[in-house]
């Protein structure tokens, strides 16, 4: 299949259903443990097994986990009814799903993007997850399998499930959504969000329709993607298989599909059941939820700062693009930066190394250290080179950066040292000077080059530069 770039005449319509494990002790009906990585079938019960005469309890720090949520999302959390979604899966032992249906915990929200765009929430409902099938043979799929297992450690798991508006009109957004969904998660502490461990797992709603058309066209619905590389790969493929049966006249079927990673396709699954083809009606088992306004008052009251928030305060102290704040916050190291800058760090240096050499994390490194350093190198003390040498010590095992820079004999060269190194290679190199001199500046990178050389990189490069510029002007 050819790929047509649906961007330039074909609008994109995504709508996310976003699966989030909550992070609770026990299941959401018993009391089995809510653990990842267990011997398979170790953590069941008759309740969450489905046996005959077992009775589900709800978890109730569950229930207060999804309505933390709902706040969060700006969502209108209300009195809501449990019911059972009835369908037929082998990881379902009651072949049907405690879900809520037409009476949700959360409704009517919205999330804002880092980037600007507001995304709405149709609503954030409170599940139980299911179990975990793995196909044994050659493809890894059913279809071929040689036979399949079933492990109902996952079958009971408390899910909450975010359902968008379809407000998504590009990759990038239906990413930057996963992403900051993520990270609202993670700052309520309701969910770990390890999106490689299945606690979280999106399914995207596709459909396309020319640029200027109003209507909604078929949407096929992508099962179960769990990482924003391959969100962003199915949703672009599926795009385009709609614009080329369309082209080809043809119309999309509304369908699950599955994501094939390897292949990098989209492929069929069953066909898209409509809201009564699963015989919703209420769980007689489970009583309906009804928090007060002041128990919503109070989970409102005790909201941490959220991303944006959190964005908003770093940009107002680094005084930084929104780029710097976006990386920061979603790397969890805003906190970090903050107590640098207050302990006196440099705020520009700060921001560089935390973005460009820590990425992989802080390790011993202390913010009043990473002060200190950046300190060091605003004063001249330490070049940029020996200031990442410091910070790698600094990573590694802690401590002061003044008395590493003493310990790797690290010191910077003396301005008028370095300016004699100049003029000394510039009678040794008169050719290359005049080439410089002409504004050739491919040669300035020979002449720091030979003095960083000979310095053993000790020299600072910034002065260097500026001993070159100045010659050059008064010859």
Excluded at 326 to 337: G, K
Excluded at 403 to 414: F, K, R
Excluded at 435 to 464: C, E, L, N, P, W
Aim: hydrophobic share 35%.
């Amino acid at each position: 299949m050819s790929k047509v770039t649906f961007k330039d005449n074909w609008e994109l319509i995504v709508g996310l259903e976003v699966h989030a494990e909550l992070a609770t002790r026990t299941k959401l009906f018993c009391g089995c443990l809510n653990e990842f990585g267990n011997e398979p079938n170790t953590n069941v019960c008759p309740v969450c097994l489905g046996l005959p005469g077992s009775l589900p309890v709800v978890n109730e720090q569950a229930v207060y986990f999804a309505m933390r949520l709902g706040e969060a999302v700006n969502c209108s959390v209300n009195r809501s009814v449990f019911a059972r979604k009835n369908y037929f899966y082998p990881d379902m032992p009651k072949d049907y799903q405690i879900s809520q249906y037409d009476l949700p915990t959360n409704t009517n929200g919205y999330l804002d993007l880092p980037e600007g765009k507001r995304i709405g929430i149709e609503r954030a409902h409170i599940e139980e997850d299911t179990g975990k099938t793995t196909h044994k043979g050659e493809s890894g799929r059913i279809s071929g399998a040689d036979y399949s297992l079933v492990d109902y450690n996952r079958a009971g798991v408390p899910l909450i499930e975010i359902v968008s508006q379809p407000d998504i009109r590009t990759v990038d957004e239906a990413k930057s959504y996963v992403s900051e969904l993520r990270q609202i998660l993670l700052a309520l502490e309701v969910s770990d969000a390890k999106m490689e461990e299945g606690s979280i797992r999106v399914d995207a709603n596709v459909s396309v329709r020319p640029i200027g058309e109003s209507n909604l066209r078929t949407r096929c619905e992508i099962k179960n993607v769990n990482s924003l590389r391959s969100l962003g790969r199915a949703i672009e493929y599926e795009a385009n298989r709609h614009i080329n049966l369309y082209d080809n006249g043809e119309s999309p079927t509304q369908e699950t599909r599955h994501w094939d990673e390897i292949s990098g396709r989209t492929r069929p699954g069953r066909s898209k059941e409509d809201a009564e083809d699963y015989r919703y009606f209420p769980e007689p088992d489970l009583v309906p939820l009804n928090p007060s306004a002041a128990e919503l008052k109070l989970i409102k009251d005790g909201l941490p700062n959220l991303p944006a928030q959190r964005r908003k305060n770093l940009m107002d102290i680094l005084g930084s693009d929104a780029n710097d704040a976006v990386i920061l916050v979603e790397r969890e190291h805003d906190a970090f930066a903050v107590d640098a800058i207050e302990l006196g760090g440099v705020k520009e240096s700060i921001a560089k190394y935390l973005i460009n050499n820590l990425a992989d994390g802080m390790g011993d490194l202390s913010p009043k250290a990473l002060a200190e350093l950046t300190q060091m190198e605003a004063n001249g003390d330490v070049t940029s080179t020996q200031a990442r040498k410091i910070l790698v010590e600094l990573v590694a095992n802690g401590g002061a950066p003044d008395e590493i820079a003493e310990h790797l004999g690290l010191e910077t060269i003396d301005a008028n040292a370095i300016e004699k190194m100049v003029l000394e290679l510039i009678g040794e190199h008169p050719n290359e000077w005049g080439r410089y001199r002409d504004g050739d500046k491919k040669v300035q990178g020979f002449f720091v080059g030979q003095i960083m050389k000979a310095t053993s990189g000790q020299a600072d490069g910034k002065i260097i530069n500026q001993i070159l510029s100045e010659h050059a002007e008064a010859q």
